[in-house]
């Protein structure tokens, strides 16, 4: 292509038609270093970096909101993992609490294996921790197994089955506070508590 002198301007139609590139345009070709089709090169410049700036203009507050779902999510997962924590161990610790009190009555039927039909029976009721104590040791023993029973577990049942030499307790209780709709939570222990001479 045959370049305009110092005082003319290159038009776009006769860039396309040369095949030429804009970028092997000289720039002493023109009178103005910076004139090409009646804008100037910085010109054109600004207008791409503004049409760039509009483009990603809300792209930050994408980002922001990204982030701010990404960690509301960890912390609803932290959250849940810390209430499944406490549901866990509040229903392990009435757990524990069953297995002292069942085992606790059965070294106590050991220790009175002469007179196990005395113990059977069922437990069920409110606490009453100002219960009057009785006389006998068996009905001491039951009254502390009732007392446990229904004041250490949430709506506290049992039952006490003697069957020959064996004894077998159920303690049930409640975990709808833990979690709603939730069954009783049972635990049974079968031991043999009398050895036949």
């Not at 509009?54 to 990204?66: A, F, K, N, P």
């Not at 004041?151 to 709808?176: F, N």
Request: proline share 4%; glycine share 4%.
């Amino acid at each position: 292509m045959t370049w305009p002198t110092m005082n003319s301007v290159v038009t776009t139609e006769q860039l396309l038609a040369s095949g030429e590139s804009f970028f092997d345009f000289p720039v002493s070709a023109t009178a103005d270093p910076f004139l090409f089709d009646g804008l100037s090169t910085a010109h054109r410049l600004y207008d791409w970096s503004e049409v760039q700036c509009i483009s990603q203009r809300g792209v930050s507050l994408l980002e922001v909101l990204i982030a701010v779902l990404v960690l509301a999510i960890g912390v609803l997962g932290a959250a849940s993992l810390q209430l499944n924590a406490v549901r866990y161990s509040a229903s392990a610790a009435h757990t524990t609490h069953a297995s002292f009190i069942a085992y606790d009555l059965l070294d106590r039927m050991r220790a009175n294996a002469d007179d196990l039909a005395s113990y059977a029976g069922s437990v069920s009721g409110a606490c009453d921790p100002d219960a009057e104590a009785p006389d006998t040791i068996i009905a001491l023993d039951r009254a502390d197994f009732v007392r446990a029973v229904t004041c250490q577990l949430p709506s506290g049942k049992a039952s006490i089955r003697v069957a020959a030499d064996t004894a077998t307790i159920t303690i049930s209780w409640s975990e709808a506070r833990i979690v709603a709709g939730q069954e009783d939570t049972e635990f049974v222990v079968s031991s043999i508590v009398r050895k036949t001479p």
